[in-house]
């Protein structure tokens, strides 16, 4: 099933620099390998209003 792209600009970009989607959290660059992140740096793209983690593609913002 193939889905839409979100409106992230990440996805249509020719070089990515991030392996997921901070908006929708899909993988945009399979070549970069997602890493452990600490509490604070998912506490600061929190506060930037990222719903995912751009390094290791964990949900940040709980659905309401």
């Not at 600009?9 to 997602?34: E, L, Q, Y």
């Amino acid at each position: 099933m193939l889905r839409t792209r979100c409106a992230n600009d990440n996805h249509g970009r020719a070089v990515v620099t991030v392996r997921f989607c901070c908006t929708c959290g899909t993988v945009v660059n399979k070549a970069i390998r997602p890493s452990l992140c600490a509490v604070e740096k998912h506490a600061r793209m929190r506060r930037s209003q990222s719903i995912y983690c751009i390094d290791c593609g964990e949900r940040l913002v709980v659905a309401r």
